[in-house]
């Protein structure tokens, strides 16, 4: 049998959006992101288009080790795996490959992050914040569920899937190879 994972990565990065998001919501972690598999080089998320350009949102493909994550040495991160059965990865897949192919469609929702501060969801066609899609991609997938809607969760609801194992909780610039080949370059290295 095949043990098939998705990653969410939570950050903080430290831009001024990181910066006042985790002010007001008294989070550390305020941006989401979800990988299929652990290189962490493609990641995907609503944000920063631009790493330069604080204003230009949208459906994001990001990268651990580029961008906004290495332009600050404070970010941190937290980063989980969850099994997943073959049809919940395929959905999965389905349901960013949607987001992909439409990208230019979609804008970064920065009003839904004043509806998740006061709990009245802001719901605009096209429009998204980090865990509000990641949050309806695993809903749609049947990987997660929820009481809230996703225009309204925050990267803590996500932090508390049930069958989600820790793998790395540290800063971005330590963290530098997939944890599954670190034990491995470790072996090598006693065996040398």
């Not at 001024?16 to 985790?22: A, K, M, N, P, T």
């Not at 969801?121 to 949050?135: A, M």
């Not at 989600?164 to 080949?181: A, D, K, Q, S, W």
């Amino acid at each position: 049998m095949n043990d098939n994972y998705i990653y969410l990565v939570f950050s903080k990065t430290g831009t001024w959006l990181s910066r006042g998001i985790s002010f007001f919501s008294k989070t550390k972690f305020v941006h989401t992101s979800l990988s299929f598999d652990n290189s962490f080089k493609v990641m995907y998320s609503f944000g920063r288009i631009h790493p330069d350009k604080p204003f230009t949102g949208g459906f994001a493909i990001e990268n651990l080790y580029d961008g906004v994550y290495q332009k600050s040495t404070y970010c941190e991160c937290m980063i989980y795996k969850i099994r997943v059965t073959r049809e919940q990865y395929l959905d999965l897949q389905r349901e960013v490959s949607y987001f992909c192919e439409n990208k230019k469609n979609f804008k970064y929702n920065f009003l839904g992050l004043f509806g998740v501060l006061l709990n009245r969801p802001v719901i605009r066609k096209n429009y998204y914040f980090c865990t509000q899609f990641v949050s309806e991609v695993l809903i749609n997938s049947n990987i997660y569920k929820s009481e809230k809607i996703p225009a309204l969760i925050k990267t803590t609801d996500l932090m508390d899937i049930s069958n989600m194992e820790l793998v790395y909780n540290g800063p971005i610039h330590t963290f530098n190879l997939p944890y599954e080949y670190s034990d491995l370059i470790n072996t090598i290295e006693q065996v040398i």
